[in-house]
């Protein structure tokens, strides 16, 4: 079992930026593949990115490409989200996921995840 706690989210202006931690607690976190979903009131859950266990392969939604940025810190058994140029549309409850996978190299496909955080809100206003 692994228990995973999102902070940092908050409310922002357009072309903020802010940064997203989830704290993984209960397994080696070092055997996780990490990624970050997010769902809009209205929407579907939607994947925004993934990282390898190993931190060296990384995935990101079309949407997010080149504005944010997932990375891990093993020692601290934490992930992040560095998102910068904020949009409206960006405004969600973001959740982090864990997947237990046998590869260092590999990032599962989004339906993959079996643990989950409680979630963060992120407001980006107009």
């Known amino acids: 079992q692994v228990q995973l706690v999102e902070s940092g989210g908050g409310l922002v202006q357009a072309g903020g930026s802010l940064r997203l931690s989830c704290a993984a607690s209960?397994?080696?976190?070092?055997?996780?593949?990490m990624g970050w979903f997010r769902q809009a009131p209205g929407k579907e859950r939607e994947f925004v990115a993934a990282i390898s266990r190993n931190g060296v392969r990384t995935d990101y939604a079309d949407s997010v490409k080149g504005r944010f940025t997932i990375s891990r810190d093993n020692a601290k058994s934490t992930v992040y989200l560095q998102m910068d140029s904020l949009k409206p549309e960006d405004t969600a409850v973001y959740y982090c996921a864990a997947e237990y996978t046998g590869g260092d190299f590999v990032v599962p496909p989004p339906s993959a995840y079996d643990y989950w955080g409680q979630g963060t809100q992120v407001t980006v206003s107009s």
């Open positions: 209960g397994r080696t976190f070092s055997r996780y593949a």
